[in-house]
């Protein structure tokens, strides 16, 4: 167990749709970091906040947003879902954004749109 | 843009030495990680280098050359449970933003 939790663990849903995914880091962490792992394209980095603020970009499509809250657990908003968006979400975090220091993954939230 | 290259696959014996390459090209290079993901399972963080040399970690080593635009993780006196994916990822500066970019992946099988 790393500390850092996800939900929901599965979440099925309808093309058009929008869905929030919310992470928990552990407890003393900054840093929140999102991944989509889907089985045509491995692992991609999404998005980074330290603190309530963003501090990295990849690639993260115009349709998804996220956000850091000041109690530092985060969302991640997917909106008019296509069916390429299947896939399994992470969260991972870390105590500060240097990238020097570990990033704890969460469990994930496995995403199938129909 | 990014480039980051390891190789598809590799199979290596128990108890033996196993090197995972990866090469990169980018700007901005802010760092580098090897990540562990078995299957079904979240990555685990394993090492990150920013600066030329080997950083030792146990039975795990990661090796980095800026220059070259390499990188390889050793994995010393293998176990079963040393079958996973291996990751490469790096970390850049862009346009007022850093990113990280993966590799593939290795996946690693090791056989008795």
């Known amino acids: 167990d790393s500390g850092v939790t996800q939900t929901p663990k599965h979440l099925i849903t309808a093309t058009g749709q929008r869905v929030t995914l919310r992470c928990s880091p552990r407890?003393?962490?900054?840093?929140v970091y999102w991944y989509q792992q889907s089985l045509d394209q491995g692992l991609q980095f999404l998005i980074q906040?330290?603190?309530?603020?963003?501090?990295a970009k990849g690639n993260i499509l115009e349709r998804f947003s996220a956000q850091q809250f000041p109690d530092l657990h985060s969302e991640l908003n997917l909106s008019s879902l296509e069916l390429g968006d299947s896939a399994l979400y992470f969260c991972?975090?870390?105590?500060?954004?240097?990238?020097?220091?570990?990033?704890?993954f969460g469990p994930g939230t496995r995403l199938t749109v129909l | 843009g990014q480039n980051i290259d390891q190789p598809t696959e590799m199979t290596a014996t128990e108890g033996a030495i196993v090197q995972i390459n990866c090469t990169y090209q980018?700007?901005?290079?802010?760092?580098l990680f090897w990540y562990q993901q078995h299957a079904g399972e979240a990555p685990t963080f394993l090492s990150y280098?920013?600066?030329?040399g080997l950083e030792e970690k146990g039975r795990f080593s990661s090796f980095l050359s800026r220059s070259k635009g390499y990188s390889y993780l050793l994995l010393k006196e293998l176990q079963m449970k040393d079958s996973a994916s291996y990751l490469c990822?790096?970390?850049?500066f862009g346009r007022g933003y850093q990113k990280v970019t993966f590799g593939t992946g290795t996946k690693l099988q090791v056989i008795p």
């Open positions: 991972a975090s870390s105590v500060d954004d240097t990238g020097s220091d570990t990033q704890y």
């Open positions: 407890s003393g962490d900054l840093s």
């Open positions: 906040y330290y603190n309530g603020e963003e501090r």
């Open positions: 980018t700007s901005g290079f802010n760092g």
């Open positions: 280098n920013v600066l030329d």
């Open positions: 990822a790096v970390r850049s």
